[in-house]
């Protein structure tokens, strides 16, 4: 329930030479963006999903995700949302951790930024060449406040 995790903005050049062949398309929106909290509906492939996220502190957040029928996430994020975001996620294995990188779309292009989820927000890691400037902290690079946007 507790999520922890890092932002970082990527040299595309670099990101494009190594990048996976696919990755999956994501579609989300938010029901309620306020300052404690948001929740969001995401379309991710096939699959929907419902998530409260709570305001960050430094890179730790309450998240509690749930799936849901697809149907139901397509009509939330139709009727319930005033905007929404695509992107395509990558997956990238690099030194022991899974890193996501999301390359966003239309009028959010050409941004593209990499996440890492942590155990804890002191664990170490190795950072692939590609990335640049950490983003965590500035609330701009959050997706609910990128939406505005979109």
């Not at 590609?130 to 979109?150: C, D, H, M, R």
């Amino acid at each position: 329930m507790v999520e922890i995790e890092r932002k970082f903005l990527i040299d595309a050049d670099k990101w494009n030479a190594v990048k996976p062949k696919t990755g999956i398309a994501i579609r989300q929106g938010y029901i309620f963006n306020e300052e404690k909290g948001v929740l969001r509906v995401r379309i991710k492939g096939e699959k929907g999903f419902l998530t409260i996220k709570s305001k960050n502190v430094s890179a730790t957040r309450l998240e509690i995700e749930h799936e849901i029928p697809l149907n139901e996430a397509t009509v939330l994020l139709e009727k319930m949302c005033d905007r929404f975001l695509s992107k395509t996620r990558y997956l990238f294995n690099f030194e022991g951790h899974l890193w996501e990188i999301d390359e966003f779309e239309n009028r959010l292009a050409p941004l593209i930024l990499a996440e890492i989820e942590l155990k804890s927000e002191d664990e170490g890691f190795v950072r692939p060449d590609f990335i640049t400037q950490e983003v965590t902290e500035n609330p701009a690079y959050y997706n609910s406040e990128l939406i505005k946007n979109a």
